[in-house]
């Protein structure tokens, strides 16, 4: 059984920074796509950012941000660990939501799995 946990996140003044991280444990071939996603009350869930496992500097479509996070937002990942984080600088009120990590994984077949979220609040 594949299993994320998030850490991170947390209450945080407009202009501040959070730090999100995710790791992966459990029986995996291998993690095709590392992600995460957030959901505000009222709202459905939408992806933040996501990047692929592979070689991130020959394909511009290995990371994907939201328009909304876009300059602000970085996630990178670790393979050796089966980790990734996603940076939050120059937070706004808006960027308050439950934040989830996801994965694209490969085990004796491939599916998605997403970890228990994450509060982040952004006080104006």
């Known amino acids: 059984q594949v299993q994320l946990v998030e850490s991170g996140g947390g209450l945080v003044q407009a202009g501040g920074s959070l730090r999100l991280s995710c790791v992966a444990s459990g029986s995996m071939k291998s993690i095709n796509v590392m992600a995460w996603y957030r959901q505000a009350p009222g709202n459905q869930r939408e992806l933040v950012a996501s990047i692929t496992s592979g070689e991130p500097t020959r394909n511009a479509d290995s990371v994907r941000y939201a328009d909304s996070v876009k300059g602000r937002f970085t996630i990178s990942r670790d393979n050796a660990k089966n980790t990734w984080t996603l940076q939050m600088n120059s937070l706004k009120p808006e960027d308050t939501a439950v934040y989830y990590c996801?994965?694209?994984?490969?085990?004796?077949?491939?599916?998605?799995?997403w970890g228990q979220g994450t509060q982040v609040s952004v006080s104006s």
């Open positions: 996801c994965a694209d994984v490969t085990t004796n077949y491939r599916g998605r799995y």
